[in-house]
């Protein structure tokens, strides 16, 4: 039943009471009522026999697959009645809250047989991932709207047509990559004369000119002609790119410019008002896109390996031009996991991957109780076989509280922050003596500085 009946049952009861005591009779108005209430509960059944069968209804899904994080998407219900009474009604298209389903909540709707309808949805996901609807609920009124017909849980799930809408990775970073492709255009030569020296492919002989490397002096070219002769160099390409993401329990650490929040507690912040950061995790995969964009557009083949105490992901490298496409894929639905990495895993996957020499770029933390116990150990291993850069996002909140020194409990903790300052410095010392290039930069310029690194290495020609 629905609000109506109780309102139509106070007001006709009410009625009926009115006259009764109008007419002078005492006890008839319990008559009157008894009479009002028949009849209500009559037009109520009556209304409810009218109404459409709810589940007589067949649904359809049509509408974006995938969308950036915050971004909006739209996917449209079409509802078509199959029954051969009016179905006057109400349709609630549910979705997993992180999917971020807009108002209204529920959609009128009134079909003739045979007639359909489009119920759009905006939907802005909050989380990465997957985010599948979760059930469509058809509730049918009679004529009267005294009374309604809905489908059941089990009649609602089968009725329910599956769909997934995928919130891909933001890739925040790509604000970089025109930059980035133009310095790349300049190391392979398209925008300015191909550099002399470094390199491994031949391109072709130039006219010596003051400030060239004379090692680059081709005396064979030179005798066969007028002027001194040097050789040029191609960049390489076709190149190895493994891109390591640790999604172990550190992955899950939030870092990001740490201030008080004025107005307390918000969303998106510690209970003390204090700015949450942005995970590890997420700014580990923005910069893995923008280097895997970067190393793409320069011919390099890239791979992917997300992995902590097993392996969560894996993209092998590909020429296909949906590359990108699955590496997003692949890494829209990457998730923290609360457990120690296992590195000898790690490294182990590593090399049987890739055979050949390659850039292994590993996604993890400075932490030195994670690196000095699990990575180091294994680390000459894979150093022997590859060039291994390791990049970190570097946490501000070190450096802000070993500044302030207000007060005793202030010490303490500047004292702890110091500590941890110089165990880093330690920990970046000894993966420097192990020949292992570090990114250790904040997560506003976290990506561009791993995408620097790979231009460095790339004009040097050490991949």
């Not at 980035?180 to 470094?198: C, N, P």
């Not at 993209?315 to 590195?343: I, Y």
């Amino acid at each position: 039943m629905t609000w109506r009946v109780p309102a139509l049952l106070g007001g006709l009861g009410a009625l009926a009471t009115l006259l009764a005591a109008l007419a002078g009779a005492s006890t008839g108005w319990w008559l009157s009522l008894g009479a009002v209430t028949g009849v209500v509960l009559l037009l109520t059944a009556l209304d409810w026999l009218a109404a459409a069968p709810a589940g007589e209804v067949r649904l359809a899904r049509s509408g974006a697959r995938r969308v950036r994080l915050g971004e909006s998407a739209r996917v449209t219900l079409t509802v078509t009645n199959t029954s051969v009474r009016t179905l006057r009604g109400l349709v609630r298209d549910a979705w997993v809250p992180s999917a971020g389903a807009g108002a209204p909540y529920a959609h009128p709707i009134l079909l003739d047989p045979g007639e359909s309808v489009d119920v759009v949805t905006t939907l802005t996901p909050t989380r990465r991932g997957d985010r599948p609807a979760a059930r469509v609920t058809i509730r049918s009124y009679g004529p009267l709207g005294l009374a309604f017909r809905q489908t059941g849980r089990r009649r609602a799930a089968a009725l329910t047509p599956p769909w997934t809408l995928t919130a891909l990775p933001p890739f925040a970073s790509r604000r970089f990559l025109p930059e980035k492709l133009s310095r790349l255009r300049i190391i392979e030569g398209r925008a300015v004369t191909r550099g002399r020296g470094q390199g491994t492919e031949f391109d072709s002989l130039r006219e010596y000119v003051v400030g060239d490397d004379v090692r680059s002096i081709d005396w064979r070219g030179t005798a066969r002609r007028e002027h001194v002769a040097v050789k040029t160099w191609r960049p390489e390409r076709d190149r190895r790119v493994l891109c390591v993401i640790d999604t172990g329990r550190t992955s899950a650490g939030r870092v990001g410019t740490v201030a008080p929040v004025a107005d307390g507690p918000v969303s998106g912040t510690t209970p003390d008002g204090v700015a949450a950061g942005e995970p590890r995790l997420d700014a580990a995969i923005d910069a893995a896109l923008l280097l895997a964009t970067l190393a793409t557009q320069a011919h390099d083949r890239v791979d992917l390996l997300a992995v902590d105490a097993e392996v969560r992901a894996r993209v092998p490298a590909s020429t296909a031009r949906d590359q990108l496409a699955r590496l997003t894929r692949a890494l829209a639905g990457l998730r923290p996991a609360l457990v120690e990495t296992d590195f000898a895993r790690v490294v182990a996957e590593v090399l049987r991957i890739e055979r050949k020499r390659a850039l292994v770029v590993i996604f993890t933390t400075l932490d030195p109780g994670a690196l000095g116990d699990g990575l180091l150990p294994v680390l000459p291993r894979l150093v022997a076989r590859h060039t291994v850069m390791l990049a970190a996002v570097h946490d501000p909140s070190l450096e802000a509280l070993a500044a302030a020194r207000d007060g005793t409990a202030a010490l303490h903790t500047a004292a702890a922050a110091e500590r941890s300052l110089a165990e880093l410095d330690r920990v970046r010392a000894a993966l420097s003596r192990s020949h292992v290039h570090v990114v250790d930069a904040p997560v506003e310029t976290f990506a561009s500085a791993v995408a620097d690194r790979y231009l460095a290495l790339k004009a040097a020609g050490r991949l």
